[in-house]
């Protein structure tokens, strides 16, 4: 059984190797500082008894006031999984650092959040928007989408609960 | 042919129409005569922003989009969902309905790599007779989840707390049918193909993943096991009660294509064992514990994963004690899977990188989502 | 009118001044090339012609020359093109207006 | 060979050939010079398209090709379109003369409209020097098997024709692939044939077929490893599935194929079984002794005896196509010239030596039998020995994978787990 | 040779040659230059045929066709799209001048010249005749050709190795 790691037990992890990268800790999460992460992330992977290479899930999160970036890492001999999240704060340019140079496996899961999130990642290879084309309007993926200009898409209004369309004209009976 | 003179890099678009990207999925390759020396994915042509809808569905709705992630496999993509949710709101599973959903899994498992191995074999040139074979032995389990769920490729069969029906009478035997058949097929596609000289010279050194390579590109499934590492969820983290099984974890040599689809072949052996004692031992009793339909799990999160047939199928969701998942977010293994494509096919011919594509055995509609 | 001696002669002087036009007046290095190989097949003609028409104690004569103008052709053809992409991959051309070599 | 029942007589409508014969020679007599050719010409044309074009499409395009493939691949085939599904070739012309033959903007026009022609005349003009039966070939000339190997060089212009002309970099990878295969394959083809060339002192077809009825063996037997050397030159040269790199589907679309479409992509493919036909009653000729089948021809009609050896060879070519994957270009570049050219000319040494002991014993009928023998078992060492002698190991690759029980991280190989 | 066929076949295979010639002339694009140039071999088969030389002919055929020509399109298909024109050169005039003086001395030798000649095709012009002259009379310049051709084959796969590949060897 793969022991998941509390926040605590995170964190202790990642103070031990790199003192002062933890911000806080929750009951399943670790919250690391943005500055901190690749450094922290890098000694993780390569400390033998942290042992964290293999970077699962990399996902956005939209918190309306922050985004979060969470990392879901785990080890094959050891048999954990830690949980990471980092912090942006500010809707207009999130930025979190990149991790891609030390997990090559990040850098699809880093676009992704990038083209759904608009979340930029430092010092990524090269980010585009992977799954949407280049120029959409708007971060679909964001809460506030339907609200972007350009945002809203022909037939989205139904699902969001707002009637968008024009009220159908009144046929004169003669 | 090549490197004799110095001639022009052209880019080749293999796809988005091409018959073996699987999908609408598309490879820019520079190539250099027939040596591929880039390589660039380009992909979203089946983009549906599954992520966005879920969050406005309750937890019950979500698990038919889950169908149609991974077309191949719903069955495992309804699991993976379902033990999500039942993570997030902590909801015990009757061990009836465990063992269906294993024995779903299962063989959603079999139908699957039935499907990998027709595809890849169709893909180093075997003019459509692998793939003939495979899809009629493929048919044999459609045909069990029709008769169990009503659907032969979206199933939408497990429901949060279980499985959304009973199983059937018919349902045994037709199980006890495939364990008979499928056997023999495996050692026909064995000797068909695992023996055949031409599809080793085909597949053997053709996209070579390093263990440290394969680890560092988060690929999962049968990709890493591909590469000798001992990884599988089902043992490693088991869910649904796989502790109770025998089974073991076949891995390769050398992490060639070859060796991904010897992997392949013999988990659908161990497929077949688990099934088996999973059938044997069917428990009586519920196969559903009773779930609210708006369903309103505390705040939290969780991360869910399985061991789908292309790998780690994770499901992370947040609930802000909504109806509806504040994220919902997939872990497609097919979609972290291609992160090593550009370092597999960069160096190999054209063909070769058809070749690396069908070992990945991607499913489109999971890439994109 | 029956074709003689006069009317493949004919063809053959033809063939073999097209071929030498062509290999003289080309700038491609290929567009040469197979000048030369017109001109080689004209003689082949015209040895055949004689072989056929003439009066000849040994007449197999003919056909022994041409078989060895097959095999020069073929050694030729083989590498005067690798001579091409070799070149070509030299100096990025194959234009014989522009292999002064020797002269620069 | 005396006849037991058939009589020379044009009425025997067992052999055709004394038909035709009996009728040109009429017409010679009564007819201004020179009509007599335009007429033979006619018959030819008539009796091939007869006897082959059309069969050749209904029996095999359907149920030579399609049926036993399905078969294979355990589905049924065409069975909808008249009886048995006989009619599909048929249904599948009408619906491609029906569609719309696209060409590209930027195609060559000319060269693309021409290259399907060329591409049909050779498969015609094959059959010319093909003795269906004793008197049944078209043009016997004494240099057939040259012809033979003259004409079938062709094709390879056409496609490459068509794969330069739709300005398609796919149809570029097909055209590019197959000058290449053309190149290579070429030579140990011939080399495999200059075997038989030596074994019976002839390069009439004719020829050989009369020698094999009178040495009562088949070329094939005496030269086994030649027949191979053929069987899988003329595969690449005819691009049929297992080295079909020049329109392989899975990797260049349709190679030189991919801007054609209706009728002029029909003409590619359904002289893609004229080809493949053609090559196999050539082996049916060279060494399977044609229309002979150890006397049994005085029986059955020649030419009935010639098309089952046909089809029986055909039948290899889609057995092939049904099971094996192909090859990638450099593997089969290296294949020609590391495997088939050594091969083709160890064969020819092989043969070369026991002709001269043979023309020393003056020909010995006997002899040919211990000739027979001696060269199926060199023939086996030659492949086994030049293969190890290449480095080929199969033992060494493991077909199964490393079952472990315990999850866990990277096992190298060798370690017990 | 007498009769109506061979006199119509020798005047459309004079006409398919010559035009075909001049197409290799006057084609711009060096690969319809090729293409026209396989026709006028084709065209000078059928010549060889028709003053019975069929092996020669068909010699012709596989060599011509088969190999060579497939050779200069292989060749043309590894230049670059910028070397496919068939352009001519600004010593073009005087070639062509030359050439059309050449043509008319010899026709003018062609036809003026009283050859003596045999009408039927003289005995003896088979292939096995071809094979023993070969080698019998000629055994000495079939030897020197087959070592010309071994050279030819060395010759041009030095010629177009890689310089990598040049490297590769200096090292062993």
């Given amino acids: 059984m793969t022991r998941e790691l509390t926040g605590s037990e995170a964190a202790a992890l990642a103070e031990a190797l790199v003192p002062g990268s933890v911000d806080r800790t929750t009951e399943t999460a670790c919250y ?32 309306w006031d922050h985004f979060e970036v969470v990392y879901h890492i785990q080890s094959f001999e050891k048999n954990h ?47 585009y928007r992977i799954l949407l084309w280049e120029g959409y309007p708007g971060w679909p993926l964001r809460k506030d989408f339907l609200a972007m200009p350009g945002g809203l898409q022909p037939g989205l209004g139904e699902f969001a609960g707002v009637a968008r369309r024009q009220e159908p004209p009144v046929k004169v009976i003669e | 042919m090549t490197g004799i003179i110095k001639s022009e890099p052209f880019v080749i678009n293999i796809g988005p129409q091409h018959p073996s990207t699987h999908g609408v999925f598309r490879i820019k390759a520079t190539v250099d005569g027939e040596k591929v020396i880039d390589a660039e994915m380009v992909m979203g042509y089946l983009h549906r922003s599954m992520e966005k809808l879920a969050e406005e569905r309750t937890y019950t709705q ?94 939408n069969y497990m429901r949060i707390g279980g499985v959304a029906f009973d199983l059937r009478p018919e349902f045994e035997p037709m199980v006890r049918r495939v364990l008979r058949e499928f056997p023999p097929f495996i050692d026909e596609m064995e000797g068909l193909l695992s023996g055949n000289e031409i599809f080793i010279a085909r597949t ?74 999973a059938l044997d031992g069917l428990p009586g009793g519920p196969f559903r514990t009773e779930v609210p339909l708006a369903l309103r799990p505390p705040k939290g999160e969780a991360y869910a994963r399985i061991e789908s047939p292309r790998g780690e199928l994770g499901y992370y969701l947040v609930s802000d004690e909504g109806p509806s998942p504040y994220r919902f977010h997939i872990r497609p293994p097919s979609f972290i899977n291609l992160s090593a494509l550009k370092e597999m096919t960069v160096g190999g011919t054209v063909a070769d990188a058809i070749v690396v594509l069908g070992s990945i055995d991607i499913v489109v509609g999971e890439i994109d989502r | 009118m029956t074709p003689g001696i006069e009317h493949f002669l004919t063809v053959g002087a033809l063939l073999f001044c097209l071929g030498l036009a062509i290999s003289l007046s080309k700038r491609n290095a290929i567009g040469v090339l197979m000048g030369v190989e017109l001109m080689l097949n004209a003689v082949n003609l015209t040895l055949i012609t004689f072989s056929r028409f003439a009066v000849s104690p040994n007449p197999i004569a003919g056909h022994t020359f041409v078989v060895f103008i097959l095999t020069v052709a073929a050694a030729e053809a083989a590498v005067a093109l690798a001579l091409a992409v070799a070149v070509y991959r030299n100096r990025e051309t194959i234009d014989v207006d522009r292999l002064n070599l020797l002269r620069s | ?195 038989a060339v030596v074994m019976t002192g002839t390069i009439s077809l004719s020829g050989m077929v009369a020698w094999a009825d009178e040495f009562n063996i088949w070329m094939v037997f005496v030269q086994p490893l030649a027949l191979v050397i053929y069987f899988i030159c003329v595969s690449a040269e005819l691009n049929r599935t297992p080295v079909d790199i020049a329109e392989a589907e899975s990797e260049i679309v349709a190679g030189y194929l991919t801007e054609y479409s209706g009728m002029k992509w029909g003409l590619f493919y359904g002289m893609d079984i004229g080809y493949a036909l053609a090559a196999s009653g050539f082996a049916a000729t060279v060494f399977l002794g044609g229309w002979t089948f150890f006397g049994l021809e005085q029986w059955v009609p020649g030419w009935l005896i010639f098309i089952a050896k046909t089809h029986l060879f055909y039948f290899l070519f889609i057995w092939t196509r049904g099971t094996l994957p192909r090859l990638r270009a450099d593997q089969l570049m290296a294949f020609a010239w590391k495997f088939l050219l050594p091969l083709g000319v160890f064969n020819l040494l092989i043969v070369s030596t026991e002709r001269m002991l043979w023309s020393e014993q003056d020909y010995a009928k006997g002899l040919i039998y211990v000739f027979a023998l001696v060269n199926i078992v060199l023939s086996v060492a030659l492949v086994y020995a030049w293969a190890r002698f290449n480095g080929y190991r199969p033992e060494q690759t493991p077909t199964r994978p490393r079952l472990v029980k315990q999850a866990g991280g990277y096992i190298p190989v060798g370690e017990r787990s | ?94 070639g062509i001048l030359l050439a059309v003086c050449l043509a008319a001395i010899f026709l003018f030798v062609v036809h003026d010249t009283a050859w003596n000649t045999v009408d039927e095709a003289p005995a003896g012009l088979d292939a096995r005749a071809l094979g023993t002259a070969l080698l019998t009379t000629w055994v000495v310049p079939f030897e020197i050709a087959s070592v010309l051709l071994t050279a030819a084959l060395v010759g041009a796969i030095m010629l177009t190795r890689s310089p990598e590949e040049e490297a590769e060897d200096a090292l062993v």
């Fill in chain 1, 32 to 63: 690391l500082k943005p500055d901190r992460l690749v450094e922290t992330l890098r000694a993780l992977r390569d400390d033998p008894d942290a042992n964290l290479v293999h970077l699962t899930n990399l996902c956005g999160v939209d918190y």
């Fill in chain 1, 81 to 127: 999984l830690a949980c990471f999240k980092v912090e942006a704060w500010g809707r207009e340019n999130p930025e979190v650092p990149s991790v891609t140079p030390v997990f090559h496996g990040a850098w699809m899961q880093e676009c992704e959040a990038y083209d759904l999130f608009g979340i930029r990642f430092a010092g990524h290879p090269n980010l």
């Fill in chain 2, 62 to 155: 979500n698990i038919p989009f889950t169908d149609r992630t991974d077309y191949l496999s719903s069955m495992s993509n309804n699991l993976g969902y379902c033990l999500a949710v039942e993570k997030l709101a902590g909801i015990e599973v009757p061990p009836r309905g465990n063992a269906i959903r294993v024995i779903m899994a299962e063989l959603q498992r079999l139908a699957s790599h039935c499907m990998a191995i027709g595809a890849f074999a169709n893909d180093t040139g075997a003019w459509q007779t692998p793939v003939m074979w495979a899809f009629r032995e493929r048919e044999k389990i459609l045909d069990i989840f029709e008769v169990t769920s009503g659907a032969r490729l979206t199933c």
């Fill in chain 2, 204 to 277: 053997r050194g053709v996209g070579v993943l390093t263990p440290e390579m394969a680890t560092n590109a988060s690929l999962s499934g049968p990709m890493l096991r591909g590469s000798g590492i001992a990884w599988d969820i089902r043992k490693a983290d088991p869910y649904c009660g796989y502790e109770q099984y025998d089974f073991d974890i076949p891995i390769g040599y050398n992490g060639d294509s070859y060796d991904r689809f010897i992997v392949r072949l013999e988990e659908m052996r161990q497929s077949l064992k688990i099934i088996q004692q």
């Fill in chain 4, 1 to 195: 060979m005396t006849p037991f029942l058939v009589s020379d007589k044009w009425y025997d409508i067992r052999d055709l050939g004394n038909l035709s014969r009996e009728i040109l020679e009429a017409a010679d007599r009564i007819l201004p010079f020179g009509v007599v050719y335009v007429l033979a010409a006619l018959i030819g044309f008539v009796a091939s398209f007869l006897l082959f074009v059309l069969p050749s499409q209904l029996i095999v395009g359907v149920y030579g090709e399609r049926r036993i493939i399905g078969r294979m691949q355990s589905r049924l085939g065409p069975n909808r379109v008249g009886p048995f599904g006989l009619l599909q070739p048929i249904a599948d012309a009408i619906k491609l003369i029906q569609k719309e033959a696209l060409t590209p903007t930027r195609a060559d026009r000319a060269v693309m409209y021409i290259a399907p022609i060329v591409f049909v005349m050779p498969a015609v003009l094959l059959w010319a020097v093909i003795p269906f039966g004793e008197n049944m070939v078209i043009a016997d000339i004494p240099v057939s098997l040259m012809y033979f190997l003259a004409v079938s060089s062709l094709p390879v212009i056409a496609t490459f024709m068509a794969g330069w002309s739709a300005n398609n970099k796919y149809s570029l990878f097909g055209a590019m692939r197959i000058v290449s295969m053309a190149i290579s394959y070429e030579s140990p083809l011939v080399l495999a044939l200059l075997g």
């Fill in chain 5, 1 to 94: 040779m007498e009769g109506f066929g061979p006199s119509f076949a020798f005047w459309v295979l004079a006409a398919l040659t010559l035009v075909a010639a001049g197409g290799v002339m006057v084609s711009r694009n060096l690969l319809h230059a090729v293409l026209f140039l396989i026709l006028t071999f084709i065209g000078v088969a059928g010549f060889f045929v028709l003053l019975s030389a069929d092996f020669i002919a068909m010699a012709q055929v596989i060599i011509y066709v088969g190999a060579i020509a497939v050779l200069v399109l292989f060749a043309v298909l590894l230049t670059p799209r910028s070397g496919r024109d068939n352009g001519e050169t600004r010593w073009a005039l005087p």
